[in-house]
């Protein structure tokens, strides 16, 4: 039995493949250490086996791991690249990669590892970039929704009263704005706001002022003027752009016809002097009186604006000059256009086919219809200008603002 499993074994004994086993055992990330070649040296004269044998052994077995380093480093060097260039990877570079992995044949296990080791740096740098720039974006946003605010506050009020700017301080703390942002912002809203306010009182006070001269009155009965009345009176969003005339019905107090004011009657007789109440006005010296009055609306005004028509107040117990009427204008809204100073705001809703090649629309304006042109390619919020067709300048109404539309493309 022995003697059959030794001549077995002899027979198996094969140098080729023992040297082979060896050089297998020594190998290391297809290379050999010194002193395995010392060691393979020695064992190849040992088992028989020529310098060119071995070698050729040793190159068939270090050669595909080799190959496979060197696949797995140029595919390091290229994927690395490409992460430098840009992070993240976009598909169209992903899928190149691919195609390179698989003509490299490398497993997705080793390419992945590659993959983590070179983009975890980029990922935390990428990810706190996100991080601020959502920051940035959030401030952005909070900046706008200030901005609407402060618009808002003013188109229903100017100047602001201490309640609104309160108002407005703490949204500006609740939204963490800085001082200087929201005085940036403040210079754009209300620096033409106020340019137009002082326009318009200047022109107001014009106004007055010419009233005042076309009324016969002298000055020195005003000192005992009557009662100031104060009339409100709502107007159309169009009368308060085109002005013009408009009749009113005020009731103010008038000197009574009978005792001229004075509320006795002094009826001389021969003798006596008879002092009596006036019985037409109850004694008070004026009648209420109903009165019809046109009034010129100057185009252009605005929601609160104050007229003043001189003399057209109560009049005074006792004579002298009656009183102003002060005529407190509000402009109704329209459903269609809102006012913003001497602008016109309205929005168009358009179907995605016309805001991709462009389109002729007609459009209202205060004129009545006008053509639009939008352009092709319009985004959604974009806002188009009709020149001219907005409210006209207080005191110059042949200089007027524009028509804005902002376009609203339909989903
Ligand atoms: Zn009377």
Redesign the pocket.
């Known amino acids: 039995m022995n003697k059959v499993e030794k001549a077995d074994h002899a027979k198996d004994f094969n140098p080729e493949a023992e040297y082979r086993k060896l050089v297998e055992k020594y190998a290391q990330n297809g290379e050999l250490k010194k002193v395995a070649v010392v060691v393979l040296t020695e064992k190849r004269k040992t088992l028989g086996i020529t310098d060119t044998k071995a070698e050729e052994i040793e190159t068939e077995i270090l050669a595909p791991v080799r190959k496979h380093l060197a696949d797995l480093q140029s595919y390091k060097q290229y994927f690395a690249e490409e992460v430098e260039q840009k992070y993240p990877l976009d598909e169209h570079t992903l899928n190149i990669l691919k195609d390179y992995q698989d003509m490299l044949g490398l497993r997705d296990e080793d390419v992945a590892s590659i993959e983590l080791e070179i983009t975890s740096v980029k990922k935390t740098e990428y990810q706190k970039q996100l991080q601020i720039q959502k920051q940035k974006q959030e401030y952005e946003n909070n900046l706008q929704r200030y901005e609407q605010e402060l618009i808002k506050a003013v188109q229903a009020q100017y100047p602001l009263d201490e309640y609104v700017g309160n108002g407005l301080k703490t949204f500006q703390q609740f939204l963490k704005l800085r001082d200087e942002d929201i005085n940036l912002i403040e210079q754009k809203i209300l620096a033409p706001k106020q340019a137009e306010y002082e326009h318009q009182q200047q022109e107001l006070e014009k106004l007055d002022q010419e009233q005042v001269k076309n009324s016969e009155n002298s000055l020195l009965l005003d000192k005992v003027r009557g009662d100031d009345l104060r009339l409100d009176l709502k107007l159309d969003f169009r009368e308060a752009i085109f002005g013009g005339e408009k009749e009113i019905c005020i009731s103010h107090l008038k000197s009574?016809?009978?005792?001229?004011?004075?509320?006795r009657?002094y009826t001389s007789l021969t003798y006596v002097t008879a002092n009596r109440k006036?019985?037409?006005?109850?004694?008070?010296?004026l009648?209420p009186v109903t009165q019809k009055l046109k009034i010129n609306i100057p185009a252009g005004i605005e929601n609160g604006t104050r007229l003043r028509i001189a003399q057209e107040g109560d009049e005074r117990q006792g004579g002298g000059n009656p009183g102003d009427l002060y005529i407190y204008l509000f402009v109704n809204q329209d459903k269609e256009f809102k006012r913003n100073g001497i602008n016109i705001l309205s929005e168009i809703t358009i179907d995605q086919q016309q805001a991709i090649s462009g389109c002729h629309l007609g459009v209202n304006t205060v004129d009545g219809r006008v053509e639009l042109i939008i352009p092709p390619k319009i985004r959604t919020n974009q806002v188009m200008k009709l020149k001219n067709r907005g409210v006209p300048r207080l005191g110059n109404p042949s200089s007027r603002g524009d028509h804005l539309i902002t376009i609203i493309v339909k989903n």
């Open positions: 009574c016809e009978v005792c001229k004011g004075f509320g009657t006036c019985n037409f006005c109850d004694g008070k010296g009648n």
